[in-house]
């Protein structure tokens, strides 16, 4: 069996490196005009802050945030967990990401397949897919056109900015407010229950379920209910019970910052509670 080999502290990454561990427990930092190879690096529990392109075949969770900057190409074949933020502002590979803790912002075009539960809220700024993005614990504001065929749960607000598209025809209940804004498309054919308002400025077209109701009580408490079961279908336990779910609704707030946490998430086919 081969000997885990952990690097102590942060790695920061200046020039071409070839590193042979598997896990890193400070944050990863690759700069401009470096290159950096570790086929071995499966745990990073820290940020990783890609400023080059940079793949990483065996990573597998990060506890911190990841951040891919403009001219940057990010590709993790095998990520499943990100304990914190998502942001693209260059490119990113990531078909197996299931659960991120954070936020989720993309400024390109960005395909995440096996995403199904953002701990916090979704910006899209560009046609980004996110076929399977089943809940969201804060809220969805998209600037462009987005298709989310998936969602059904959204912890906050849902904003559809100036002409942009969104077309969520299994969405059913939204915590907080619903805005189509000046121009907009929003189809959410299945939206019954809302807990704020519901409202579509000058030429906007809004699409929900005939029988919609807005200001419904409890309807926030419903969602954050909706997301730790969500969590708990993916192995996330919490202490505690309900109420420190709420204050902690997010994968990135959870124990996940000492050693022996991240390693114990490594095994998914058998997730273990955090306690």
């Known amino acids: ?103 989720v912002e993309t400024w390109n075009n960005i395909e995440l397949p096996s995403l199904k539960t953002v701990g916090t809220s979704v910006f899209l700024h560009k046609n980004s897919k996110l076929p399977a993005l089943k809940t969201v614990g804060g809220s969805i504001r998209v600037w462009e056109n987005a298709k989310l065929p998936a969602l059904k749960t959204v912890v906050g607000s849902v904003d559809v900015m100036e002409s942009a598209k969104l077309n969520s025809p299994n969405l059913k209940i939204v915590g907080d407010s619903v805005v189509a804004y000046e121009n907009s498309k929003l189809k959410a054919h299945s939206l019954k229950k809302v807990g704020g308002y519901v409202r579509a400025w000058d030429k906007a077209e809004l699409k929900a379920h005939k029988e919609i109701k807005s200001y419904v009580p409890g309807a926030e408490d419903e969602c954050r209910r909706e997301l730790i079961k969500e969590f708990e279908s993916e192995g996330y336990y919490f202490a505690g019970g309900e109420e420190m779910c709420r204050a902690l609704s997010c994968v990135a707030r959870l124990k996940y910052h000492t050693l022996s946490q991240i390693r114990s998430l490594l095994d998914f086919l058998q997730p273990n509670k955090i306690k």
Do not use: C
């Open 1 to 103: 069996m081969k000997k885990e080999n952990v690097f102590i502290g942060n790695l920061i990454v200046d020039k071409d490196s070839v590193i042979d561990y598997t896990e890193v427990t400070g944050y990863v930092f690759v700069g401009e005009g470096a290159k950096l190879e570790a086929p071995s690096l499966k745990i990073v529990g820290g940020h990783v802050d890609v400023r080059e392109n940079v793949e990483l075949p065996s990573l597998k969770i990060v506890g911190g945030p990841i951040q891919v900057w403009t001219t940057a190409l990010m590709k993790a074949p095998a990520l499943k967990t990100v304990g914190g933020n998502v942001e693209v502002w260059g490119n990113a590979k990531l078909p197996a990401l299931k659960t991120v803790g954070g936020h």
